[in-house]
């Protein structure tokens, strides 16, 4: 009798969303690699796994997490950003830029920073779904010019940035969280409402899925890349908030060579290059696993190049699964 129950009970749970999209294939394959990862370092290393360790890793995640959520947003309609960090690190510049130099309150610094980082966020949108120019040479270019504004308007220095708000989100804690790690959690909360329930997510998939019969059914293609890039650049701000409030300064330079990391773990969270399938919670434990491995490698000690090269293995592993992932499907 309680085996005929149990038996229902997963038959259930295997229909259920949260199981399909989240607890099986890609998903759950990184799960048990995350699983694993940690049980080599904590072998590896006794400050592993720790609460003060863990708690380092969901600092850094919080940062690259909130942008990997954006990104999901439009690597799930076979797009790219790789302006991501140079739109967190202008937010950077921008912050003290209107607080310092020009006497504008917080509030209304952080507002103009969030607007400013739309308008990057329109501007690739335009010229990849409008003029239909590559993502990947799109956000490379963008990517320069923002960089370079960085540095034009910070006149390639260092700014120091102290805020009793700012250092309350990016060192002070609630219920005895990090501030750093709600904000990315709301961050995914609130796209995975956006994704799941609403008109715009079903638009996203059926646009990533087929470009071509989503615009037969009578869905925008154009407007809603424009509306997903504008989302990734909004991330992007949010975690360039978060790296000034976290390092109490504007680096103009913050991100620099960091932009595969992203990449990679939305890869390794299940979604596909050619768009259309994939999760948040996928990306969520992408962005774990990359920081995991850079956390456990950094305390056992191992030099900063043999990182690089680990992280390049990484990515290689993501493409590899993404590439086996298409060829599964076409066998289908």
Not at 17 to 24: A, D, H, K, P
Not at 89 to 109: D, E, K, N, R, Y
């Amino acid at each position: 009798m309680a085996s005929n129950s149990m038996t229902r009970i997963w038959g259930k749970l295997k229909n259920t969303t949260f199981f399909r999209e989240t607890l099986s294939g890609a998903t759950l394959s990184i799960l048990v690699a995350l699983v694993g990862i940690c049980i080599v370092f904590s072998i590896a290393s006794k400050y592993f796994f720790t609460f003060g360790n863990f708690e380092s890793i969901g600092l850094y995640a919080s940062i690259i997490g909130v942008m990997g959520a954006g990104a999901t947003i439009v690597m799930l309609m076979a797009g790219l950003d790789l302006s991501q960090h140079a739109v967190a690190a202008l937010t950077t510049v921008l912050t003290t830029t209107f607080t310092i130099g020009m006497g504008i309150p917080l509030g209304w610094s952080l507002l103009l920073v969030m607007l400013c980082s739309l308008v990057c966020g329109l501007f690739n949108g335009v010229l990849i779904a409008v003029f239909r120019m590559p993502p990947m040479i799109a956000t490379m270019g963008s990517q320069y010019i923002i960089r370079s504004l960085c540095y034009v308007l910070s006149d390639a220095k260092t700014i120091l940035f102290k805020d009793e708000t700012l250092e309350f989100i990016g060192r002070g804690s609630s219920l005895g969280i990090p501030n750093s790690i709600l904000i990315m959690a709301v961050v995914f909360f609130v796209l995975s409402y956006v994704l799941n329930k609403t008109i715009f997510g079903r638009k996203v998939y059926a646009v990533g899925s087929n470009e071509r019969a989503s615009f037969l059914s009578g869905i925008s293609p154009v407007k809603t890349k424009l509306i997903a890039y504008m989302i990734s650049a909004l991330c992007s701000a949010i975690a360039g908030v978060i790296t000034v409030s976290q390092v109490g300064a504007a680096v103009p330079s913050s991100g620099t060579g960091s932009e595969m990391e992203i990449i990679a773990s939305v890869f390794l969270g299940g979604v596909t290059a050619t768009g259309g399938k994939g999760s948040l919670f996928g990306t969520f434990l992408g962005i774990i696993v990359i920081c995991a491995i850079n956390n456990g490698l950094t305390l056992m000690g191992v030099q900063s190049y043999y990182q690089s090269m680990m992280r390049g293995v990484v990515i290689l592993i993501a493409v590899f699964m993404d590439t086996l992932r298409m060829n599964r499907a076409r066998r289908i």
